[in-house]
């Protein structure tokens, strides 16, 4: 029998937490593995934990075939709607339970699946219910002990997590391999893949002397493209011993990439599942930017090893506990390998564009949510990035010394069991002795703060004072908000470049302002001259920021702040000062004055700055991240806007830019960090010469003499954006080439998703018949569908109404395969109210037939009725 879900779906609340009535001790698990009959036995030991004779276990798409308590067949159980309750067990018991799934009919990509020609799985947040009937709930910890069997021939490699113990063949040509992992841990990092590969092999020795074998399993005919996951892998593991002082706990690690995965990878225990395109990479066909994302993906999941798997989370509200510290973790991974500046302004793009936009749509939510529907709909930006700045924040109120002793201290405390995100800070305060009562909200109140910041310098008293008013606007979910702790770094200025000590009340204070009231003001003494103040360095919290900067002053910190990130975003803010007055006034003709165009001319020509800081300079804010400044967007003029003064730039600056382009030939690949700085700042040119005369010329001839992926894409790139002449050419030069190879074609679709053209959609609608091309597969989806929804304004946004009648044809599809990334897709169509009321109606009524369906996801559900209620 194969249950059916039924009734509407309901929300949990955080404050309804209860501990587990029973636990399991150990697991054993069969796998007898069919292609659509698949049959899971699984022998758990229960051990009651309250007086409750009665267990609740989770269960969905299960076709129950066996129920035994203590070897006794027992009828004590009702079968109900997402799982199992079995009446009158004794307070300690064995539970074997026989079930049968269907692998490939899961084309939800949860639970057991087939990618390509392999089993595999996905169980968090909540997958470990279609495999069998178990207290899926991280809060319940066991051994696991599991044998896959299945035919020999089809799938020679057979995996689970922890150590291979036992093996050998069946006589009717299939065969089984034994795993046992003897670390406790919850369902959800269960796995299990099997299947025939390639497999790279290496080894790690830790410091404390133990050696571990690292395997990392690609599609056959992949080995090539896999050896930068291997170094990625072992510069983590080293990484985590030299700063955090954190070894690996068990003799394998094991990696598997498959083409078939909703998410970016699932740190499983020592058994990671991964997206291909977070493996995957040579230099013909990956660019740099993927190669950082497969080092920081790989990083991110070793990390959990610790961060997540040692210590993993009570339950899912605390979800941050193990995300934000983890991409913490995985951002300074990263910062101290690369460039700290360009990482940094990369994670700030981040938050300001996207995560803002979601702390204002109708998904809003703290870092620990209150009130969850679907978990998958909690993997977002706010738990992990936003996650990130308050761990970070700590950091920058602990410094690195106390936030250490208080990461140990957690470990002392949390090893081996599920903790909560206040178990976490309070190792923090407990560690430091800094009082973090206050800042704790930062985990209760969901939306963006504003600090309005306005100074006052007075010559005779020689102070300079700077009044902070801070202020959250009401977010959907949550209207009262109070004033946070907001870690406020700053510098002041001499117009000499040379910053003053912050003096207050005749003591040195250090640069980490502690902002804690709704309106607070600070005087500065000694301040001889009125000073350039430079406010929130390195985004010292996930703040907005007012201040009625000049353009001098601001030119003034693009020059002299003594910090890249405080140089970096002193040019953001003045182009936005530029952006702000054309949006408003879009019928001007859009100038630059000579000071601002010499700015960037400046930084161009200044031998002294990094190539890829330069290139970072040279960059603007998105269409997306301009649209989070705003109320009602004018979709339409942002991107004239950005366009026009794209093109100022260009033709102000193009002597210096050819220069610089040329002065940049390209070399044999490699991927030191200086190199990719410098193909970074040749493209982040060649974009720009994009618009200027030469455009076509010098696009076609990079395209043409590329000797890696990274220059051909940027080529294109530039083609497209600037819709030159040879776009086209390029484009069915290109799917020639790579029409075989989805994860390759990937960067072709995103193209297909952006072009600015007005006859985008059609076009996109006949890339999904391409050959590479399926809706069944996440990346492709993303790559075509996703780019078009999210990063084509003006295209997806047209007024006919095209753009979202297709996005809802899509989505209704999705809603029936796969819910989780249909749940993704909608994002952008959830933010309605930002936009005229034209545009508003139409993409309510693709909500309003979504909200209509008889069959609608619990994921799509929980979406669709927030946003159309606020
Ligand atoms: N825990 C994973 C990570 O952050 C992400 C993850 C959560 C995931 N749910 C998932 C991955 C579902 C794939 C599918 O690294
Ligand atoms: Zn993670």
């Excluded at 069919?34 to 051990?47: E, G, L, M, N, R």
């Excluded at 002082?245 to 078939?260: P, Q, R, S, T």
């Excluded at 749509?361 to 978990?375: A, F, L, N, T």
């Excluded at 190879?741 to 072009?755: A, H, I, P, R, Y």
């Amino acid at each position: 029998m194969t249950q059916q879900a039924t009734t509407q779906p309901v929300a949990k609340y955080r404050k309804d937490y209860q501990s587990p009535s029973h636990t399991t001790s150990d697991i054993d698990l069969y796998f007898e593995l069919h292609d659509s009959a698949t049959i899971v036995t699984a022998i758990s030991q229960v051990k009651q934990l309250r007086d409750s004779t009665t267990v609740e276990l989770d269960g969905e798409q299960l076709g129950l075939q066996t129920l035994q308590v203590n070897g006794q067949d027992w009828s004590e159980y009702e079968l109900l709607d997402g799982g199992l309750k079995i009446h009158q067990l004794p307070s300690e018991f064995e539970l074997k339970i026989v079930t049968q799934i269907d692998p490939e009919a899961n084309t939800a990509l949860e639970g057991l699946y087939k990618s390509g020609g392999a089993f595999c799985t996905q169980c968090e947040a909540e997958g470990f219910r279609r495999i069998t009937f178990y207290q899926d709930r991280p809060d319940v910890l066991a051994r696991f002990t599991t044998t896959v069997e299945a035919d020999k021939n089809t799938y020679p490699y057979l995996l689970s997590n922890g150590n291979r113990i036992d093996s050998g063949d069946l006589d009717n040509g299939r065969h089984w391999v034994k795993w046992q992992d003897p670390h406790p841990k919850p369902a959800y990092l269960f796995a299990l893949v099997a299947g025939d590969f390639d497999v790279l092999t290496d080894q790690y020795v830790t410091r404390s002397g133990r050696e571990v074998a690292l395997e990392i399993f690609v599609d056959k005919g992949n080995l090539n493209r896999a050896p930068h996951a291997m170094t990625s892998l072992i510069n983590s593991m080293k990484w985590d011993e030299e700063r955090f002082g954190l070894e690996y706990d068990l003799d394998i690690y094991m990696i598997v990439a498959v083409d078939f995965f909703n998410m970016g990878a699932m740190e499983n225990k020592g058994l990671n599942v991964f997206n291909s395109k977070y493996v995957l990479a040579n230099d013909q066909t990956a660019t740099d930017t993927d190669y950082l994302g497969i080092e920081a993906v790989i990083g991110h999941e070793y990390f959990h090893n610790w961060t997540g798997n040692r210590v993993t989370c009570q339950d899912w509200f605390q979800l941050s506990l193990k995300e934000g510290l983890t991409v913490f973790r995985d951002q300074e991974f990263s910062s101290d390998l690369g460039s700290r500046a360009v990482n940094r302004i990369n994670n700030v793009r981040i938050i300001r564009g996207p995560q803002f936009a979601e702390d204002a749509s109708p998904m809003s939510h703290p870092i620990r949510p209150d009130k969850v529907i679907e978990m998958n709909n909690f993997y977002t930006l706010t738990v992990y990035e936003k996650g990130s700045e308050v761990i970070r924040m700590m950091h920058t109120l602990l410094g690195e010394e106390g936030f250490q002793k208080g990461m140990k201290l957690y470990f002392e405390r949390h090893d081996g069991t599920a903790a909560t995100c206040e178990n976490f800070v309070a190792a923090m305060e407990d560690a430091s002795g800094v009082d973090l009562k206050q800042f704790r909200l930062w985990y209760s109140q969901s939306g963006t703060p504003t600090l309005d910041v306005t100074s006052h310098y007075d010559a005779d008293k020689q102070t300079f004072s700077l009044t902070v008013v801070q202020s959250t606007e009401p977010t959907h979910e949550q209207k009262e908000k109070q004033a946070l702790h907001i870690p406020f770094d700053i510098e002041l200025y001499k117009y000499t470049g040379e910053a003053y000590s912050l003096i207050i009340d005749g003591k040195i204070n250090s640069n980490v302002l502690d902002v804690t009231q709704p309106e607070q003001t600070f005087v500065f003494e000694g301040i001889e001259s009125a000073p350039v103040p430079s406010l929130l360095r390195e985004f010292s919290a996930p703040v907005k920021l007012n201040y009625a900067y000049s353009d001098e002053e601001l030119i003034f910190l693009m020059r002299h702040a003594t910090n890249d990130f405080a140089r970096w975003d002193a040019g953001q803010m003045l182009l936005a000062k530029y952006i702000k007055s054309f949006v408003a006034d879009t019928n001007a003709v859009v100038e630059l004055p000579t000071e601002v165009v010499d700015a960037f001319r400046g930084v161009l020509l200044d031998n002294t700055l990094e190539p890829a800081f330069i290139a970072e300079m040279l960059t603007f804010p998105s269409h997306n991240e301009v649209s989070g400044w705003y109320k009602r967007v004018d979709v339409d003029g942002i991107a004239k806007v950005l366009k026009s003064i794209k093109q100022v730039i260009a033709n102000e600056l193009t002597d210096e830019l050819s220069a610089t382009y040329f002065a940049l030939t390209q070399q044999a690949y490699s991927i030191e960090h200086a190199e990719i700085g410098q193909r970074s700042l040749r493209n982040v040119c060649l974009g720009y010469l994009a618009y200027t005369e030469q455009g076509n010329t010098l696009v076609e001839k990079q395209y043409y003499s590329s000797n890696n992926m990274t220059d051909t894409i940027a080529a294109m790139s530039a083609a497209n954006s600037a819709q030159l002449a040879c776009r086209e050419t390029l484009m069915s030069d290109y799917s020639d080439k790579w029409k075989h190879d989805g994860l390759v074609m990937d960067k072709w679709f995103m193209l297909q998703g952006t072009n600015p053209a007005s006859n985008a959609l059609s076009v996109i609608r006949e890339s999904m018949s391409h050959e590479a091309f399926s809706l069944k597969n996440p990346n492709r989806i993303r790559s075509l569908i996703g780019a078009f929804l999210n990063n084509n304004p003006v295209q997806f946004h047209a007024t006919t109404g095209e753009g979202y009648g297709f996005a809802g044809e899509i989505l209704r599809q999705l809603n029936e395969s796969n819910p989780q990334v249909a749940s993704r897709l909608i994002d952008p169509l959830l933010k309605f109210r930002l936009y005229d009321e034209a545009r508003q109606a139409q993409i309510k009524a693709q909500l309003e037939a979504l909200k209509s369906m008889d069959n609608l996801a619990k994921d799509l559900f929980e979406k669709v009725n927030k946003a159309l209620e606020s």
